[in-house]
Nanobody, 126 residues
Framework: VQLQASGGGSVQAGGSLRLSCTAS????????TGWFRQAPGKEREFVAA????????YYADSAKGRFTISRDPAKTTFYLQMDNLTPEDSGVYYC????????????????????WGQGTLVTVSS
């Protein structure tokens, strides 16, 4: 397993959740890593991404101001802190990376093919 996501759950609107994704350093050294989500009946969409260094981040408009992506100093785990959640944020959240994509902006412009975590379910009730 090269990407492993956790941390989903059920919350009421306005609540918070923190997702975690553990990445194999050997495989993902220097790659950007990020989060995507898929709601029932909808296409998978980009949420946020972070550079391997942790210094650069990029967010979808829907996530700006509410979500924060970060990485631990050891660079093996990255997080998505989600605050002020709404029912529209419900879905399965996946962590992902793509070979050769090193910038968060680059990851945000594609649907990765190479590496996906198993997905973690987020349910926000009104």
């Amino acid at each position: 397993v090269q990407l492993q996501a956790s941390g989903g759950g059920s919350v009421q609107a306005g609540g918070s959740l923190r997702l975690s994704c553990t990445a194999s350093r050997r495989t993902f050294n220097n790659y950007a890593t990020g989060w995507f989500r898929q709601a029932p009946g909808k296409e998978r969409e980009f949420v946020a991404a972070i550079s391997w260094s942790g210094y650069n981040t990029y967010y979808a408009d829907s996530a700006k101001g509410r979500f924060t992506i970060s990485r631990d100093p050891a660079k093996t785990t990255f997080y998505l802190q989600m605050d002020n959640l709404t029912p529209e944020d419900s879905g399965v959240y996946y962590c992902a990376a793509e070979e050769g994509i090193t910038t968060p902006q680059g990851l945000g412009m594609i649907l990765p093919k190479d590496y996906w975590g198993q997905g973690t379910l987020v349910t926000v009730s009104s």
